[in-house]
């Protein structure tokens, strides 16, 4: 039998890693718009940018080590692990461009700029790539019907 919320949580923990990837060596690293935390000297923004790589590790691992027991168990169900991973993927866009760029104000995208065009197009990306996981679940969730 297939674990569906195990096929979930561990498609969460890669999209949370991926998403965090993808944050930390474009817009940290190539681009070198900010820092996690910006609030303090150019040393510690980059101390803050080791640790979010630590848990984007931690993330990734955890999430493959999870969908490798599942299917050594043949227990994954992919549909769920990928619905998580864009799950994963948007909801750990849309909490940083919500509650790390505009409550605790960790970072902003850029500086010397306007934010508003970026803040919308972080935080509607993020919204795709949420709903895009919730039609995978839903999908996921319909029985099959065999003929």
Known sequence: ?????????????????????????????????????????????????????????????????????????????????WAGGFLGAGGFQLFDGTINHKLLRLHQIRYDVPLLPYDIFWNLSAVILILIGLWLLSRARKPILKV
């Open 1 to 81: 039998m297939r674990n569906t919320s195990r096929s979930r949580w561990g498609g969460v923990l890669i999209g949370i890693g991926l998403m965090t990837a993808v944050d930390e060596i474009i817009f940290h690293q190539l681009l070198g718009w900010h820092h996690f935390y910006d609030g303090a000297t150019p040393a510690l923004g980059l101390l803050s940018d080791g640790l979010l790589h630590a848990g984007e590790i931690i993330a990734l691992v955890s999430g493959f080590f999870v969908l490798l027991e599942l299917r050594h168990q043949r227990a994954l169900h992919v549909t769920f692990a």
